[in-house]
């Protein structure tokens, strides 16, 4: 696939780059090279090889949700300079 300026143009843009002429150039011929690398990946004989979201063979590792009783509120707020016996009560931050 042939690579213009009007398409690193466009791709810059999406990017919210500004590109300098010289820098164009060089992402014309760079974008070349990996667009043609994605092509040698397309050749690739992939019939039997199965889709992978992690290499290795894990489901999920994080450990099993456990119910446990909360802390009391009234002591949570016990120690706090201003509440509402439900909430912590703060300053105005953004008006």
Do not use: C
């Not at 690398?37 to 450990?63: C, Q, W």
């Not at 009391?72 to 009560?89: I, K, Q, V």
């Amino acid at each position: 696939m042939k690579i213009t300026e009007d398409m690193v143009d466009y791709i810059s843009q999406l990017s919210r780059l500004q590109l300098p002429a010289e820098e164009k150039t060089a992402m014309t011929a760079e974008l070349e090279r990996i667009v043609a690398y994605m092509d040698v990946l397309n050749r690739l004989d992939t019939a039997g090889v199965e889709p992978l979201s992690h290499i290795f063979p894990l489901k999920n590792v994080l450990r099993a949700d456990e119910v446990t009783p909360s802390y009391d509120r009234a002591a949570l707020l016990a120690g706090s300079p201003a509440g509402d016996r439900e909430t912590f009560l703060v300053p105005k931050a953004v008006e």
